[in-house]
């Protein structure tokens, strides 16, 4: 099997997995061409928490894992694969191993992040975040290096307590965190929330889908959240 140097010299794609440094496209042509075994090995992206992988081992199949992650460390894994080989059929492999990873990384994600902005003066601002945890377990802080509490994330006191930004109407704030409660259980269908020229917003597009509680169970069976082991 011949290993593609050039994807693991450096970055092996600018701002995606697909638009690959001119070196590792040049090599992986020429793979292609010879229809032979090959691996690039896992490369990343430049610009995105992204790295995959391209390879076949007959030289009949490609295959194409993609791995991805975030700022709290959720990681999520794709796989997809391809006869044909041209670039464009690997171009639609990358795309399509991408989403089936970012699918798991939400079914993986043990928290729910939002964001607060202020509408005013046609300008859109990013003020505030909100962190809700969805995790098993006693998640006493959100995974990650980035963040150090659940909910509110404005410590204007620089005491290690999270506090909602002072510019938001008290009333607002209440309302905000009573919706992102029902938001994350699924008991809306609202995809925001605004309230006059303030606007909550799920960093994701839909609910967390629901996990068995490891802490059900009868005896020695495991019970789901339907009363069914």
Not at 11 to 31: I, P, Q, T
Not at 196 to 213: H, L, S, T
């Amino acid at each position: 099997m011949k290993l593609l140097q050039a994807f693991s010299q450096r970055d092996g794609a600018h701002w995606g997995l697909s638009d690959w440094y001119e070196n590792g496209e040049a090599e992986l042509k020429a793979a292609l061409a010879d229809h032979i075994p090959f691996d690039t090995g896992w490369y990343s992206s430049k610009k995105e928490i992204a790295n995959a992988r391209i390879w076949s081992e007959d030289g009949i199949k490609i295959k194409v894992e993609v791995f991805v992650s975030d700022d709290f460390d959720t990681i999520g894994l794709g796989y997809a694969s391809t006869g044909e080989w041209l670039v464009d059929a690997i171009h639609a492999c990358i795309s399509n191993a991408w989403e089936k990873a970012e699918k798991d990384q939400e079914a993986n994600a043990e928290y729910v992040g939002f964001k607060v902005v202020k509408h005013s003066d046609e300008r859109f601002g990013w003020v505030e975040t909100y962190l809700f945890n969805i995790g098993w377990g006693e998640n006493l802080v959100p995974p990650g290096d980035y963040y150090h509490w659940w909910g509110w994330q404005n410590d204007q006191n620089s005491d290690g307590e999270g506090i909602p930004d002072p510019r938001i109407p008290t009333s607002t704030v209440v309302a905000f965190e009573k919706w992102a409660q029902s938001w994350c259980h699924g008991e809306i269908k609202e995809k925001t929330l605004r309230i006059g020229e303030w606007e909550m917003i799920p960093f994701c597009p839909r609910p967390p889908v629901a996990r068995e509680d490891p802490s059900d169970y009868v005896g020695m069976g495991w019970v789901g959240r339907d009363g069914r082991p």
